[in-house]
């Protein structure tokens, strides 16, 4: 029996929650529902052709589904799936009036919130990557093996393109840290899962606004969201710009351990009421 609030315990009270379910369901259908939109255009793209994008090639391969569908779901879902897991556990305790009654077992405040805390990205984790795996084995079902097809021309063989994209994966999962870690900050101060949720997106939104003002110059670089899509760098036949690459993850890294940080400070100090 597995001790309160270890991490085993966390899990299962986090695989056993209704919406780890829903969201689960979600990811798992994404990519069909993409096979089912693509069978009604018979007019797919050609790399080099003027304004051809992504979704054009979608249909090429197993890899640029996967891409496509990783990117779609990169855009907006994942930073969803990271605000949920990491900043909904500790107002849900207290939505429940039940943690202060977990604060009565013989743990410290850290120790509840690191549990709950590593396994929300644990989650947010494996749903990163089972997402490109689960659309890459629908995709090379539905449209064969070819290799990845660049949009300017040219192609980027198997083992060339699961690396780059493999490397895509932990960028992307590094790219939603900050939203997850924002959402935890939120949740232990309001103690209302909504108000975690809501709050991380408001700031990916309000966010991804200011980064349209060219106004502000490279101000812009560092908000959240700025460099989400420097990951399309790697899929690039020749050598790869790290530039942006290594940008997004200091970034990233630096919102993430300041709001971790702060949602720390401030739960050692508040008063638990429920």
Known sequence: ????LSWRSELRRQLGRRRTLWVVGIVLVL??????????????????????RLVDLATSGGPNFTTFAFLVSAELLLFIVAALFAGDPVPAEASWSSLRYLLTAPVTRARLLTSKLVIGFVSTAALVVVL????????TIAYGPEPF???GGGELPWGEWLPRMAVAVGYVLVMVAPIGAFAFWIGVRSQTPLAAVGGALMLLIVAGILDSIDALGDWRKALPG??????LDLL?????????LRHGVLWAVLYAVLF???????FRRQDILS
């Open 149 to 151: 097809t660049i949009l």
């Open 226 to 231: 700025h460099y989400s899509r420097a990951w």
């Open 260 to 266: 971790v940080a702060l949602g720390y400070r401030r």
């Open 236 to 244: 690039v036949s020749g050598p790869v710009d790290w530039t942006d």
């Open 1 to 4: 029996m597995s001790r309160p």
């Open 31 to 52: 990519p069909l529902v993409f096979v089912a939109a693509f069978s009604l255009d018979d007019d797919p793209g050609r790399p080099g052709d003027p304004g051809v």
């Open 132 to 139: 490109p795996l689960w659309a890459l084995a629908v995709g």
